[in-house]
């Protein structure tokens, strides 16, 4: 396309939204956001979007005044007032997507509730929906019948681990046996990035009624680098077993990697008191729950602005988005 792309970024998403704007050398297009009296929400684009190639940056993680709801229905209406408003092509950009997690029944009569928010920005007639590390990549790609982009952090996290952790050996270790293809990927990237063998560890897991048990490590991690990796934390809990598994098993470091730090319930305690020398997190749901302590001084925040730029400026010039990821 021959014009600019015109960025859009929500209430409590403008931080991010910035930065992504610094990167492409513009700023953000202005809009218009309105509580009424009983709850309800009005947004608009206070600049023309006809014709125009249109993103909107909401990531849809809750906040201290914004529920997951709350950041979902304000995108949906705002995708289908710029929609509405004329834009060549609409795409949302949601690097935490809610509600990814709740993707098959588990239990009878159970929601499939991704596939719900799917129809949701297929009714409002988005064109492209943009997510960074989704739980479950194979749901979410047969949730959505509109075109989806699905980003990964791992390069910045192979970026940040060549320059912290020198000639360690490194385990990756992946929580529980479903996250196992992720931490592979991250493997195999670290063994590229780092020139020399990278080892392989996982924890048997069970989760029944909420609570997390299963303390079997599988795997060697004794004298190096522990790296656990998953695609969020919340509550910690599962990191923080994963963490006292990894240590008693002799790992000298033991570091945990995620994409999303949601870091709810009791999350500040439960990782404060884990030993874990940094918690690993990209700025996808910023600003976060971290409260002043030990978690906070051991929090390491990759920035995706960048990456998040370079996608939109691949995107608006249909480019390919694939060699961004061969690492």
């Not at 792309?5 to 700023?27: N, Q, V």
């Not at 952790?165 to 670290?190: F, H, I, Y």
């Amino acid at each position: 396309m021959s014009t600019a792309p015109l960025l859009f970024a929500l209430e409590g998403s403008r931080e991010l939204g910035t930065r992504i704007a610094t990167e492409l050398g513009t700023e953000l297009a202005p809009h218009e956001e309105r509580d009424f009296e009983d709850g309800e929400h009005k947004i608009r684009p206070l600049t023309s979007v006809r014709g125009r190639d249109v993103y909107a940056l909401h990531p849809l993680a809750g906040s201290q005044t914004q529920s997951p709801n709350d950041r979902l229905i304000r995108l949906l209406v705002f995708l289908g007032a710029l929609r509405d408003a004329g834009a060549s092509r609409v795409t949302a950009i949601a690097p935490y997507l809610a509600y990814a997690r709740k993707d098959a029944r588990t239990k009878p009569r159970d929601p499939v509730t991704l596939r719900y928010v799917a129809a949701l920005f297929e009714a409002v007639r988005v064109d492209c929906v943009v997510v960074l590390d989704v739980h479950n990549l194979a749901a979410f790609q047969n949730a959505f019948r509109c075109r989806t982009e699905h980003l990964e952090a791992r390069p910045l996290v192979v970026d940040w681990v060549r320059s912290r952790l020198g000639a360690d050996a490194v385990t990756v270790v992946s929580p529980d046996v479903g996250g196992v293809k992720r931490a592979e990927r991250l493997r195999q990237s670290l063994e590229r990035g780092l020139g020399r063998s990278v080892g392989m560890a996982f924890l048997e897991k069970y989760r029944s009624a909420g609570v997390v048990s299963g303390e079997t490590l599988v795997g060697n991690v004794a004298g190096g680098a522990a790296l656990i990796v998953d695609d969020l934390i919340s509550s910690g809990t599962t990191i923080a077993r994963a963490a006292r598994a990894c240590s008693s098993a002799g790992a000298n470091r033991v570091i945990a990697v995620a994409s999303h730090g949601l870091f709810v319930g009791d999350a500040n305690r439960v990782l404060g008191e884990a030993p874990l020398e940094s918690v690993v997190v990209t700025d996808s749901v910023s600003p976060f729950r971290v409260q002043p302590g030990p978690l906070r001084d051991r929090l390491v925040v990759l920035e995706t602005g960048p990456l998040l730029a370079e996608v939109i400026r691949r995107l608006h010039h249909e480019e390919s988005l694939t060699a961004l990821f061969e690492t």
